[in-house]
């Protein structure tokens, strides 16, 4: 086999080589938009170089023509291959689709079937000869008619693809500019370079010049991909970027013209439109003046602008930063305009909010802990007025709940803190502590924070709820206790039922040790009449050694209240100048009395003692001065029942007397009464003359008033017998009743002429 080697040979061979070059560097740009084309087209000028190469080395018949066939493998794809390479890179994606990638691969698969089988139709090429040229064995080819349409068919399609690219020339960026520039002219040199090889040039008939242009095509797509990063930064991905994007983005070249937007911007900025691109910005933008400062200033800007439209308000974050290539030359400047009219009106409702909360929190009551996972108080809050409940000298946020609350407090809400995070369901307990000498009550409820680990305490000062509450139940206790107290009074009389009460009623209000009540007798001494707890021994003690008696002016606490009649508490006795203490009366720590009085006289005290310091406050002095009063109505009620006695009794004396004078008075009556009714008796039995008819009605009249007042003298022994005799009921004529008593008014009636009625059926009577 002969070889040969023309000069242009060499050229072919750096083209190649080049090519393959360039088709590994895009087949490293994988998975980039595009480099699969890419690598694909490159591959296909590589092969139809190397073919060439192949057919001008050659210098037998058969393997020329063989070589040419071959080299329509490659020639035949570039077309296709590059209009998918254009439709990829402009964002085209939709045509990508294997049905109209088929389409495009039928004319290349029937013009390489008509290639290989030409010999029988002639429809590529009408003939071939060899021709010596400058001592070179060259193939002359002459095209037939599918030669024409093959060529037609890749002319449209690199046309198409020239189409594509050239809007990016007009509205781009200068980056997608250049890589537009560098696809479009890689396409027009070689076809610009077939065409005198088609039309059979003199100059070009045994030589195509198309794959000699290849490698200047190959120089600018290997420029395009290194420094204009090709297949790294496409159109197609950044427009896609653009057009989807919310923000407004126009880019600037370093003329501060107009190169480019996206619909976001034409949408922020009604007056843009494509007519402006390529216009410098402060002749597109006029207003505000902040905005066309910032887009003039080449440095990097960060700034928020306000834009009027009509009464509304429109606020923008603009930013503006610089387009800069890897050598770091600035081709450009990118203006993002994010409208944030929505969140600054947002942000003003929160502002607005939080300093509606701040203050709602500020007249708020309550102390707010917010406490973390690690049960660190990470905020808090607390009123002015509140009590000094935590250490307020190591308060800070970070702190232990430890460090800070009150060691039983602390202790609560940690057991619960833990409870509280998985349940994520409110607890809360009640803490009572001392501040400043005061006792004070708090309820203190930890709820969850919702999607956090952190827990909200919210402690409440509920000392006036809960003083309220002590008040009423031991308001509602005092009544209860007096009410018993009470019906000691109405149930019995005796003073000693009555006082012991009292004093039982006394321990469920006043909690105590002992207790006594002393009357004052003769207005010098006291004397104890009831007590509960004293033995006989403590008695004697409490009373300095004298017996029962407690002189007044020798017990200062009896004097002070027989001075101002009103309750005392001595809080301490160990303190108090004017407490007599003995040894059997020196455990008493704290003393409560109440003067017991009567129309303004004190009668008596009600004493409590106790062991305890401080045990009796100034309300339980109030309360045991009510029953003091109770004490003295018990008093006042023996008192009268005593008198009252005593006068029933003397009375009862002096009806005895009566009723023995009545019997005398009676029975000396009725021995001369009786003697007249006898000798009247006796006189009017005469017959007298009918002169002395006189007379006998006088007699008949003594002996008339005579017999009346016997009966008067029998009532009344009968009266004074029947005060004496038991009661006896029974069912009673009416009727013999009204009979009888007729009849002893008979001569009366008659007298009178007085005419009487009476039922035949009177009804009996109970008597």
């Known amino acids: 086999m002969h070889w040969q080697f023309p000069p242009y040979v060499g050229f072919l061979v750096a083209t190649i080589a080049l090519s393959l070059v360039l088709a590994f560097i895009a087949w490293q740009r994988r998975p980039a938009p595009g480099a699969v084309p890419a690598t694909i087209l490159i591959l296909a000028a590589a092969e139809w170089a190397l ?41 085209r994606t939709h045509w990508l689709k294997r049905q109209y990638v088929a389409l495009l691969m039928i004319e290349p698969i ?20 060899l021709q010596t040229i400058d001592n070179y064995i060259m193939l002359k080819i002459t095209p037939g008619p599918w030669s ?67 490698a200047l095509s190959s120089l600018l797509i290997i ?70 400062e910032c887009l003039c200033d080449g440095k990097r800007v960060r700034s928020e602008l306000v834009m009027k439209e009509g009464d509304q308000k429109r606020y923008l974050d603009l930013q503006v930063s610089p387009i800069v290539e890897k050598e770091g030359e600035h081709i450009g400047r990118l203006a993002v305009f994010r409208d944030i009219t929505e969140s600054r009106k947002a942000e003003e409702a929160l502002y607005k909010g939080r300093r509606t909360l701040h203050l709602v929190i500020s007249s708020m009551p309550n102390m707010l802990l917010i406490v973390d996972e690690e049960n660190r108080i990470s905020a808090f809050f607390i009123p002015p007025q509140f009590p000094h409940l935590l250490d307020r000298s190591q308060l800070s946020a970070g702190r232990l709940l430890t460090d800070v609350a009150p060691p039983r407090m602390a202790e609560n809400a940690l057991a619960i803190l833990e409870t509280v995070r998985e349940s994520e369901t409110p607890r809360s307990f009640e803490h ?15 709820t969850p924070v919702m999607d956090s680990s952190d827990v909200l305490i919210v402690v409440d000062n509920i000392t006036d709820l809960k003083q309220a509450e002590i008040a009423e139940r031991e308001q509602r206790v005092l009544a209860e206790a007096l009410r018993d107290s009470a019906a000691a009074l109405n149930s019995t009389l005796e003073l000693e039922q009555v006082l012991d009460r009292i004093l039982t009623s006394i321990g469920d209000v006043v909690a105590h040790d002992l207790a006594n009540i002393m009357l004052v007798e003769g207005g010098v001494a006291h ?91 100034a309300r339980q ?64 039995a005469l017959d007298l003359s009918q002169s002395n008819t006189e007379v006998l009605t006088y007699v008949r009249r003594i002996e008339d008033f005579a017999n009346r007042m016997n009966q008067m003298i029998e009532s009344l022994l009968l009266f004074a017998h029947l005060r004496h005799a038991e009661e006896a009921t029974g069912r009673v004529d009416m009727g013999e009743v009204v009979r009888h008593t007729l009849s002893r008014f008979e001569q009366r009636i008659k007298e009178e002429n007085v005419t009487i009625e009476v039922m035949p059926d009177l009804p009996p009577a109970l008597g």
């Open 621 to 684: 002095a109030e309360r045991l001065q009510a029953f003091a009063d109770q004490a003295a109505i018990a008093i006042q009620n023996a008192r009268l029942y005593e008198t009252l006695r005593q006068h029933a009794a003397e009375l009862e004396a002096r009806n005895r007397e009566l009723d023995a004078f009545s019997h005398t008075v009676a029975h000396d009556l009725k021995t001369p009464l009786g003697g007249i009714i006898g000798y009247a008796s006796l006189i009017s």
């Open 51 to 91: 073919m060439v190469t192949l057919e001008h080395t050659s210098v037998d018949f058969a393997l020329k023509v063989w070589w040419v066939k071959a080299s329509y493998i490659g020639s035949t794809l570039l077309p296709p291959i590059w209009l998918l390479l254009v439709l990829e890179y402009t964002g």
């Open 148 to 214: 024409w349409i093959d060529a037609i068919y890749g002319y449209i399609l690199v046309m198409i693809g020239i189409l594509f690219l050239i809007p990016l020339l007009r509205k781009r960026a200068p980056l997608y500019q250049g890589q537009a520039l560098a696809l479009i002219l890689g396409a027009l040199i070689p076809s610009m370079a077939s065409i005198p090889y088609a039309f059979s040039a003199r100059l070009f008939q045994y030589v195509d010049p198309t794959p000699f242009a290849f």
């Open 527 to 617: 004397r104890v009449v009831r007590s509960q707890g004293y033995s006989k021994r403590l008695l004697e003690g409490a009373a300095n050694g004298t017996g029962e008696d407690f002189p007044i002016e020798e017990t200062p606490t009896l004097k002070r209240m027989a001075e101002t009649k009103q309750p005392l508490i001595v809080p301490d006795t160990q303190t108090d100048p004017d407490w007599v203490s003995t040894p059997e009366t020196r455990w008493i720590r704290s003393y409560a009395g109440a003067p017991i009085q009567l129309d303004g006289e004190i009668i008596g005290f009600l004493n409590l003692d106790s062991g305890t310091p401080n045990a009796f406050t």
């Open 223 to 292: 420029g395009g991909i290194l420094r204009l990063r090709l297949l790294d930064i496409i159109p197609a991905i950044s427009g896609a970027v653009l057009e989807s994007m919310s923000d407004a983005v126009i880019v600037l070249d370093t003329q501060n013209r107009i190169v480019d937007f996206n619909p976001a911007a034409e949408q922020l900025f009604s007056h843009l439109s494509t007519d402006m691109l390529g216009q410098p910005a402060e002749e597109v933008f006029t207003e505000p003046k902040a905005l066309v």
């Open 432 to 446: 009572a502590t001392e501040i400043d000498g005061q006792l004070y009550y708090f309820k203190v409820k930890v």
């Open 110 to 129: 029937i013009t390489n079937v008509l290639v290989w089988t030409n010999e029988a139709h002639h429809l590529v090429w009408k003939s071939q000869s």
